[in-house]
């Protein structure tokens, strides 16, 4: 039949059946124009294409709510799909598919060409990012004809319909390519189980939603080793649902088919597999049992079931070569596959792999170790069993196959709780079984949770595909184990391993918490005890001293681990309860600044520990063994990792156990006696220290809409966010680092714009915008209105801090004080001051990183409700200091306060204790002050104190000691000048800064020794003052005074270095011992 004659055909019959439905109204609209529609796409194809090969397949039942077009055009021998049709109901109106988009979007995800029609109006989508284009077969204006047939067809009908059934060519994928296509299906079928997951039976509205819930409901009860619905979401639920019947279908595509195969070929292959028996041992069992449930009788028209046959039907059509199969990229698949299905979820679960380098590093030095510490023992022997808790994509299974050279008969075990990681762990294994066919190891991958109550000995219901994972895990996980092997999830925000099900590790972590007595609810070393690497060492170690032969520890840890106080009773277990420990690390954390090129895809640091236990001997460690590598270049650590363990071993150097920290990274010597004469600034529980209370500075969030370098400015955006909300906010904040978020903008606004009229709203914010301490020599101004400030408590987060007993301090006639880092190392890849002065109320982020704790010389008395403010110096220091300079209390407070940060700006003495100082967050080596008892030398440090602190001041003015010509840099700058933070401002061969908008550089003088100042964790010039300065940040031009401001900026840093200077003399001759002391006794303060 000609084409001409199969669309009158078409139209004859279509006007027919709208004539019907309008005059029955019997049937929906979509249902009853299908007959047509089907026969022409049957004719189209045919005669358009001529492949006696095409097939058109009409859905049998209603596709609208269950996720499929109503119409699939593919190949019979290749499967290619021509492309997909969805049909709505037919109107006079124009089509509108706005309300079809969602849907619309999800079919184009499938990668085909896609028509959306009423039957007059034709949407033809071809190619991802092509916009829609309509083309009516007919003129809609026309309907009311009496015969449609003999209206003109729109000739562009033709020409679409001949591109929608051009012949599909074979698809070529790449593994990743081929991965984001079974994420997006994956994300889609997902998507489907949700939605029917959420519906209550009862509210089903027809027989398929019916029997989709059952399904569903039968599919739960499979899976989960528990029946309480509350204990498993619905999103949790469809996401694993999905992937795993996906991935079940990928793992046929990759393992069970060849190249070589046919399309045909292939889908026989995938379909068989999923119907193969399921025998013990079996890879991908927990799939199969899922994917067998879903296929048996009585399921065969579910939703489920439709996504499968298109994703079959899709990886059989796919074509790869063989070497793409044998040893792609696992981790990037994993990521890749994450990306497109949910980024949120390698957060959740802290999935960062680990680099196979690094994997085989790890198991090679493992094996050197076990035999020097074993009497020549290998992990490899036989009878062993080596676990992965936490195994990933396989990283260290597969290392460990590959360094076996003695083929071992161990049992290798991989426990997994991410269905997308443990598919391609099982993929990697299938394709290291082809590559070595004679290995006597036996590998078995289990998908559980490692952690859960069931492998410390609880029954699981085995009849569930859960149950029976965690039944065969705990099976392994009694067995004496020799070694224990993994990169372990670490994520600060995790709360994965919580509840019921793991009270049995949640109760072991208290053997990683301080003693009960020393607990208190808001101890920063109870803060990270949950994190889940933690979780899995304490796992380790659980599982490794219940095992009667020798065992090793072989975990990668955040290098936090190795000093920080948080974890100096995890470290304590450890060294208490193993034989040997080595140390190396990997990753310096790129957050503090340090250059490190990573191996790791993180800024959190990274280090590996090793640890032994001799079977029926005494544990305990007194010496460790520490390699670091964390500072290398990324090349040379590649180059280092590659090297024969036997000779990376050599490397390592041994350091006496610190038992006030048990430590595992040695620190700079330095002289412990004298050290401990001085005075700490603070301490835990009721320690003797100068200062008797601090706390974190005020934590503003959003910073950016609170703050602003200068008053007008703040006033005015506040009131123009107040009138035209997330729109001011966007042209005045949207640039800055962290913009606020619509929902914190309209809070702001609301909470402004129901205060008042605009006159009270301007007596507001003059009333409540302070001088406020932000960056070291960066005062801002900052609306601190106290009522807002507890009220965005809880708004987007939660993240705002007031620090009521900071206000109520400030607030008080003569309160100073200066922000202390307690972890200069997170700050600074070398010890630089990590002390800053607050005149004003103090910001958190005073010092780098949120670090900011503030001492002030008086603080709101306990007890009082910020309503008493007191002395906050220990009483017998004051008294003592009191008598020694003949002023008042009161006064030595103020004094001590000038004094103290004094000696933190001395760069002598930083450098005489850097061993001390430069550490990670750690209470019992706070900075320790030297307290001189003699009246003139105090006097002299306190008075430099004072001078540098005044440097700080918003008021104070320096001497031009630079000589600048004022006038004549001002005249440089051009009208509306917007200055602009660029990589590099200075140039220090001809000690200059420049200043750009982007289009012009003008240049000021700079010394060298300015450029490079860095307090807090902050270069001033550059990210704090030309940072705050510039343009995206203030939303104003560089005015003069902005000019005259950064050359005093300039010339107060020169005095700064000379006061430093002049404070190192006195320094020098204090740690030198040439002045006596006031040293801190248990019973107060004492003359030395």
């Not at 309008?22 to 026969?39: I, K, M, V």
């Not at 119409?71 to 290749?78: F, P």
């Not at 999800?106 to 896609?114: A, I, V």
């Not at 003699?934 to 006097?939: G, K, M, P, Q, T």
């Amino acid at each position: 039949m000609s084409y001409q004659a199969i669309i009158r055909k078409y139209l004859t019959s279509l006007h027919q059946d709208y004539r019907d439905a309008q005059a029955g109204n019997q049937h929906t609209a979509e249902l009853s124009f299908r007959p047509p529609l089907d026969t022409m796409f049957r004719e189209l194809a045919t005669e358009l294409n001529g492949n006696p090969n095409i097939v058109v397949v009409l859905e049998p039942r209603n596709q609208a709510r269950m996720g499929r077009p109503d119409w699939r055009m593919h190949d019979r021998n290749t499967l290619g799909v021509y492309g997909y049709i969805e049909a709505k109901g037919l109107s006079q109106n124009a089509f509108d598919i706005t309300p079809y988009e969602e849907q619309f979007n999800r079919y184009l995800s499938l990668g085909h060409k896609l028509i959306i029609t009423d039957g007059i109006d034709f949407v033809y989508l071809f190619t991802d990012g092509m916009r829609p284009q309509v083309v009516s077969l007919i003129d809609k204006t026309l309907m009311n004809r009496s015969d449609w047939s003999r209206l003109t067809p729109n000739p562009h009908f033709e020409h679409m319909m001949r591109r929608f059934f051009s012949e599909p060519s074979p698809q070529y994928y790449d593994e990743g390519t081929l991965v984001e296509q079974v994420a997006l299906r994956t994300r889609n079928l997902s998507d489907e189980i949700l939605r029917f997951s959420a519906i209550p039976l009862d509210e089903a509205m027809d027989e398929d939603e019916r029997s989709a819930i059952i399904l569903l409901d039968g599919l739960k009860q499979l899976v989960y080793n528990h029946n309480d619905r509350n204990m498993r979401e619905d999103s949790v639920f469809a996401d694993f649902a999905a992937q795993v019947i996906m991935f079940t279908i990928l793992f046929a595509h990759r393992v069970e088919c060849t190249d070589a195969d046919s399309a045909v070929e292939k889908e026989r292959k995938i379909r068989e597999y999923l119907s193969r028996e399921i025998v013990k041992g079996q890879a991908l069992r927990p799939f199969l049992t899922i994917i067998q449930y879903i296929n048996s009788p009585g399921n065969e028209s579910s939703f489920i079931l439709t996504w499968t046959d298109e994703c079959i039907s899709f990886l059989s059509f796919v074509h790869m070569t063989e070497q793409q199969r044998r040893r792609p990229d696992y981790h990037k698949l994993f990521e890749l596959f994450l990306s497109k299905f949910d980024a949120r979820s390698r957060f959740d679960y802290g999935a960062f792999y680990t680099p196979i380098e690094l994997a085989d590093f790890i198991v090679r030095l493992t094996e050197v170790i076990a035999r020097r510490t074993f009497d020549g023992n290998s992990i490899f022997s036989d009878g062993n069993t080596i676990i992965d808790p936490c195994c990933g994509t396989g990283s260290f299974l597969e290392s460990i196959r590959r360094n076996d050279v003695q083929s071992g008969a161990y049992l290798l075990c991989g426990i997994e709780i991410l269905p997308a990681p443990y598919m391609l762990a099982n993929y990697r294994m299938a394709m290291l079984n082809n590559e070595f066919n004679e290995a006597r190891s036996q590998n078995e991958l289990l998908l559980a949770n490692t952690l859960s109550n069931s492998l410390f000995g609880i029954p699981a219901n085995a009849q569930t595909v859960e149950g029976y994972e965690l039944t065969r895990a705990y099976e392994i996980a009694s067995r004496p184990i020799t070694l224990v092997i993994g990169n372990p999830p670490s994520s600060d925000s995790s709360k994965i391993n919580a509840g019921d099900d793991f009270s049995v590790i949640l109760d072991l972590m208290d053997d990683f918490r301080p003693p009960a007595q020393n607990r208190r609810s808001r101890q920063n070393t109870q803060k990270q005890i949950n994190n889940p690497y933690l979780q899995f060492l304490r796992w380790a170690c659980k599982k490794l001293e219940a095992s009667q032969n020798h065992s090793v520890l072989a975990m990668i840890v955040p290098s936090s681990f190795l000093e920080a106080d948080s974890y100096k009773f995890a470290r304590k277990y450890i060294v208490e309860h193993f034989s040997n420990v080595w140390v190396v690390s990997v990753d310096a954390d790129a957050r503090a600044g340090i250059r490190s090129d990573s191996l790791f895809n993180t800024q959190q640091g990274r280090a590996i520990i090793f640890a032994t236990r001799r079977y029926g001997e005494t544990v305990g460690i007194s010496q460790y063994m520490y390699f670091d590598l964390s500072r290398s270049a990324k090349a040379e650590k590649t180059e280092l990792l590659d090297q024969r363990a036997e000779n990376i071993i050599e490397m390592f150097t041994e350091h006496d156990m610190d038992e006030s920290n048990y430590g595992l990274c040695p620190s700079m010597p330095f002289n412990q006696e004298l050290y401990s004469s001085y005075w700490p600034v603070s301490s835990e529980a009721d320690e003797i220290a100068i200062f008797q209370q601090y706390c974190s500075g005020i934590k503003l969030a959003p910073t950016s809409i609170f703050t602003h370098m200068k008053a007008p400015m703040l006033k005015r955006r506040s009131k123009e966010i107040m009138q035209l909300r997330e729109s001011a906010a966007d042209e005045w904040l949207a640039k800055q680092d962290k913009p606020p978020k619509a929902v914190e903008t309209n809070f702001f606004a609301e909470q402004l714009a129901s205060y008042g009229n605009v006159r009270a709203v301007d007596t507001l914010l003059d009333t409540n915008i302070v001088d406020y301490a932000f960056r070291p020599f960066l005062p801002m101004k900052a609306f601190l209105w106290q009522d807002l400030l507890h009220r965005f408590s809880r708004v987007g987060g939660g993240g705002t801090r007031r620090r009521p007993e900071i206000s109520a301090a400030y607030n008080a006639k003569g309160t100073i004080g200066f922000a202390l880092s307690h972890s200069p190392k997170d700050q600074k890849d070398m010890l630089k001051q990590f002390a800053s002065f607050c005149w004003y109320y103090p910001d958190n982020d005073l010092c780098r990183r949120g670090n900011s704790y503030i001492y002030l010389n008086q603080y709101p008395v306990k007890g009082t409700q910020n309503k008493v403010i007191g002395n906050n110096i220990h009483a017998d220091l004051s008294a003592t200091l009191s008598q020694l300079l003949e002023v008042p209390t009161d006064v030595v407070a103020t004094e001590v306060v000038f004094y103290t940060f004094a000696v933190l700006c001395s760069q002598v003495y930083l450098d005489e204790f850097e061993g001390a100082l430069f550490t990670v967050n750690r209470a019992d080596m706070r900075p320790r002050i030297p307290i001189v008892n003699d009246a003139d030398i105090f006097r002299r440090l306190s008075l430099l104190g004072r001078r540098v602190a005044e440097l700080e001041k918003r008021d104070y003015i320096p001497a031009n000691r630079m000589g600048f010509d004022v006038a004549a840099i001002q005249a440089m700058i051009p009208e509306g000048f917007k200055l602009k933070l660029i990589d590099q401002p200075f140039d220090e061969e001809h000690e200059t800064l420049f200043l750009s908008d982007g289009t012009i550089k003008l240049e000021i003088p700079c010394p060298l020794d300015v450029q490079r100042i860095n307090i807090a964790g902050y270069d001033i010039i550059k990210n704090v003052w030309m940072k705050f300065n510039s343009y995206d940040f203030t939303h104003s031009v560089f005015s003069r005074d902005d000019v005259i401001d950064l050359l005093n900026l300039i010339n107060k840093l020169l005095e700064y270095v000379s006061l430093v200077g002049e404070i190192d003399v006195v320094m020098h001759d204090v740690i030198e011992g040439q002045f006596p002391l006031i040293v801190p006794s248990a019973g107060g303060a004492q003359e030395e």
